[in-house]
């Protein structure tokens, strides 16, 4: 998903410098993998958010019970935690760069907004 995705944001980029761009075309074809990119960053919020609390509760345990052998459980939960978040964060970050190119998109075909949005 993350080549995916830099991958369309590069085309997305090339296709606003051009002056033969269609924006309306565009602006639907770009509508349509927002909601895609939205979808797919829910869900990795939820499994992000579930792997943190499943981390949490491991963790918990171990401190109230004190039985050690939860200890690499909790190890191998922490190291499928730290990937979650570092490509939540990509996937977070690149889809708000995504919704300023559509504002910048919109402001192109209707000349409406406020260029401070996309500096």
């Not at 190890?75 to 978040?85: E, K, M, N, T, V």
Request: with cysteine.
């Amino acid at each position: 998903m993350t080549k995916y995705l830099t991958t369309y944001r590069r085309y997305i980029l090339s296709q606003l410098e051009r002056q033969d761009v269609d924006l309306p075309r565009l602006i639907e074809y770009h509508e349509k993998h927002l909601s895609f990119f939205m979808h797919e960053r829910l869900i990795h919020l939820l499994v992000m958010m579930l792997f943190a609390l499943m981390t949490m509760a491991c963790f918990l345990l171990i401190a109230v019970t004190e039985k050690l052998i939860l200890i690499p459980l909790a190890a191998a939960l922490l190291c499928l935690l730290i990937p979650y978040i570092k490509h939540y964060y990509f996937l977070e970050n690149t889809v708000q760069a995504l919704y300023k190119d559509y504002d910048r998109m919109r402001m192109m075909l209707d000349g409406e907004g406020t260029k401070e949005l996309y500096e």
